[in-house]
């Protein structure tokens, strides 16, 4: 059974950073694209960043103007998305997920199994 364990959500003020972590297990994880997609409330659930079986190829959402990273440790079966110079727009419920191919991809449903999320609040 795949599990996905997202952390390191919380409040934060506009302009300030928070890093978030999702630790897998169940699969090798170091077989599989991982990504992190996020939902605000009343929106649909929308795409942040992608990042392939090594870590040699990563996507993000345009939206993003560059203050996200993905990074993975596969030595930690874990996956990363450092936030910086956060909006209060950022504000959502943080999923990560895993895509059962070795590159990842903008569409959440060719992603096959997802954590409980975390939330993320950025005041103003």
């Known amino acids: 059974q795949v599990q996905l364990v997202e952390s390191g959500g919380g409040l934060v003020q ?3 950073s928070l890093r978030l972590s999702c630790a897998a297990s ?3 994880f170091s077989s599989y694209a991982m990504g992190w997609f996020r939902q605000a409330p009343g ?3 929308e795409f942040v960043a992608a990042i392939s079986w090594n870590g040699g190829i990563t996507y993000y959402a345009d939206s993003l103007e560059g ?4 990074s993975r440790d596969n030595a930690k079966n874990t996956v990363y998305l450092q936030m910086n110079s956060l909006k209060p ?3 959502a419920v943080y999923y990560c997920a895993t895509k059962s191919t070795l590159v990842g991809g903008s569409n959440p449903q060719l992603y096959d199994y997802w954590g409980q999320g975390t939330q ?3 005041s103003s």
């Open 26 to 28: 169940g699969r090798t």
């Open 67 to 70: 203050r996200f990273t993905i």
């Open 14 to 16: 506009a302009g300030g």
């Open 120 to 122: 993320v609040t950025v």
């Open 43 to 45: 929106k649909e659930r």
């Open 89 to 91: 727009e950022d504000t």
